[in-house]
């Protein structure tokens, strides 16, 4: 069956640093992977997505997320963190079953120090 | 700027009461599926439907929650009793699917629902 890990549930980085958060799947075909954030209280919002074609992705507020079939991962990367990107966020890989129905990770809630 | 709505945003209700909660997808997506998140359990898949059929509802307790799809923009969902364990917030996400390709899956805010 599929999977998605998530291995740190808390990170905790200072404001300015780079941040990179870790995904690992489990699928058997060429993956559709996402990244969403929520903030708290609030729905989820997508960051970035991967379909196919440059294994680097671009998303909204200067996230970016890298592809690695060899490594079966796809980590969420920032050069800097701000006080607002303090959220919960979520790896999510497409069901293999083409529905469109997502397998979500645990999610990894995303401290920001001052 | 399209967007997933849900209502109402908040629900406080008593043990036993029917509670419904509602979805409009963002017109023209064919794909509606409804979440539950705890803090236990994080994000769990209750429903799911395409072009208003449903897919899969297995992830529901099936002798008190139900889903539909009464038309392409509304999505419901009921729980009925409601008891305390079923305080959560509720999504409902849209998105658009044929066959081997789909798009991502658009949130909505959610219903927190509390049950006393």
């Known amino acids: 069956a599929q999977s998605v890990t998530q291995p740190d549930i808390h990170i905790t980085v200072s404001e300015g640093a780079s941040l990179e958060l870790r995904c690992n799947y489990s699928?058997?075909?060429?993956?559709?992977l996402f990244w969403y954030v929520q903030s708290p209280g609030q729905g989820l919002q997508l960051l970035l997505k991967?379909?196919?074609?440059?294994?680097l992705v671009q998303g909204i507020k200067g996230f970016e997320a890298e592809f690695k079939r060899s490594q079966s991962s796809f980590n969420l990367r920032k050069p800097s963190v701000h006080w607002s990107d303090a959220a919960e966020y979520f790896c999510?890989?497409?069901?293999?079953?083409?529905?469109?129905?997502?397998?979500f990770g645990q999610g990894t809630t995303l401290q920001v120090k001052p | 700027d399209a967007r997933v709505t849900q209502t109402p945003r908040h629900k406080v209700t008593e043990m036993g009461q029917e509670v419904t909660m509602r979805c409009q997808p963002i017109?023209?997506?064919?794909?509606v599926f409804w979440y539950r998140q705890t803090m236990m359990q994080g994000l769990e898949l209750l429903a799911y439907?395409?072009?208003?059929?449903?897919?899969?509802d297995s992830g529901m307790p099936k002798d008190r929650f139900s889903a539909e799809m009464p038309d392409a923009t509304l999505a419901t969902l009921k729980i009925q009793p409601s008891e305390p364990r079923d305080s959560a917030v509720y999504f409902c996400?849209?998105?658009?699917?044929?066959?081997?390709?789909?798009?991502?899956?658009?949130f909505g805010p959610g219903t927190r629902l509390t049950v006393l």
């Open positions: 996400a849209s998105g658009s699917t044929v066959v081997n390709a789909f798009t991502e899956q658009f």
């Open positions: 699928y058997g075909a060429t993956p559709y």
């Open positions: 991967y379909f196919s074609g440059d294994t």
């Open positions: 999510a890989v497409v069901d293999s079953g083409n529905t469109g129905k997502l397998i």
């Open positions: 017109l023209g997506h064919n794909t």
């Open positions: 439907f395409r072009n208003r059929a449903p897919l899969d």
